[in-house]
């Protein structure tokens, strides 16, 4: 007798890598919920990072996922943090319709330090910067690019500004991640990293309604200007923000239990689950075709042993040329 097979909505049909496009119509809401499972651990186990950091790509990964998931051409959207904290750069990437990648780059005495200080929260390892929001549509279109400060608030709050200053709708975006440890076949421990996050948008048929009140003259952005009025909004909004961060990172919750939970009473609707992978888009022959620009004597200066070898930053694939492999510019 087979078992039978989840269907759409049920929990357990989404799964982990997966991302789950959802509508609530009773508050004019829409968004989008994933669990990373698999996905998350291959890419911050590869690269062996610092809890604090791989927390902090973790989420970064989150939100990537989220807002690429929703491109609707060809193309690459990009996350990237630039501080002047330990972690002074994150980048994380979606190549349409389902490639993600990402790598971090900190100081690794400095993160030591501050976590033995106790001043390790994601905002002071990240210090003051900027954190910029990058679509290519690829040669033929310009790239657009939005940049919000690094501010001391969390990477949360930094994305519903973005979305309210280059977008107009109000946002929430909910992220988590978690260090899980357990034991392998062989009895020897392990840690294994998830991470999950939730954006809800305001999209209600009547446009005056997403209208949001103009920044107060010299105060920067108002953070809570989305609070608007609107009574959908209010509601959607405050269900999200009980969102709690075990439940985001829980393989016994799902995205459909989570969703359920928190818009049941205004019925949501989930739609078919999109699937992401970890994948890089580097290979020989792209790296072969940069090296080809270096000059002789730069050519010279990269090798060693007779063998150039240039390590991907984001995957940690080594690749070996030899010069003679190599037109000198």
């Known amino acids: 007798m087979s078992m039978r097979q989840a269907e759409l909505g049920e929990f357990g049909f989404a799964g982990d890598d997966r991302v789950v ?4 119509e009773g508050l004019d809401v829409r968004g989008r919920a994933v669990q990373l499972g698999p996905l998350i651990n291959s890419i911050l186990d590869r690269h062996a990072y610092p809890a604090p950091v ?4 973790a989420e970064a990964i989150v939100l990537t996922v ?5 491109l609707k051409f060809e193309g690459k ?3 990237q943090t630039k501080g002047d904290g330990p972690v002074d750069l994150l980048v994380a990437d979606f190549s349409s319709p389902e490639n993600v990648r990402a790598y971090a780059r900190f100081d690794e005495q400095a993160v030591a330090d501050a976590v033995a200080a106790g001043r390790a929260s994601p905002e002071e390892l990240l210090g003051e910067g900027v954190l910029a929001f990058t679509i290519d549509q690829g040669s033929f279109m310009q790239p657009y690019q939005g940049i919000v400060p690094l501010d001391g608030t969390s990477l949360e709050d930094i994305a519903g500004v973005y979305f309210r200053q280059s977008e107009q709708i109000p946002t929430r975006v909910r992220l988590g991640a978690a260090e899980l440890f357990d034991r392998d076949a062989d009895g020897k421990p392990r840690r294994t ?3 999950g996050g939730l954006i809800a948008q305001f999209l209600p048929d009547a446009p005056e309604r997403m209208r949001q009140p103009d920044l107060r003259g010299g105060d920067g952005d108002d953070r809570d200007a989305d609070l608007h009025g609107d009574d959908a909004w209010d509601e959607a909004r405050m269900l999200v923000e009980t969102i709690h961060a075990d ?3 829980d393989p016994q919750v799902g995205i459909e239990r989570l969703l359920f939970r928190l818009f049941h009473e205004r019925g949501v609707r989930a739609y078919e689950p999109k699937a992401v992978y970890d994948r890089c888009s580097c290979s020989r022959e792209r790296l072969k075709g940069v090296l080809q620009g270096f000059s002789a004597e730069e050519i010279e200066a990269s090798t060693e042993d007779g ?5 991907c930053e984001f995957c ?11 037109t000198p510019a």
């Open 307 to 311: 063998t150039i070898t240039v390590t």
């Open 77 to 79: 959207f990009t996350v």
């Open 66 to 70: 989220l807002i690429g998931t929703s």
């Open 21 to 24: 496009p959802f509508q609530v």
């Open 193 to 195: 990293w998830r991470a």
């Open 316 to 326: 940690s694939t080594n690749y070996d040329f030899e010069p003679g492999e190599l």
């Open 247 to 249: 439940e985001l990172t």
């Open 54 to 57: 791989a927390r902090l790509l």
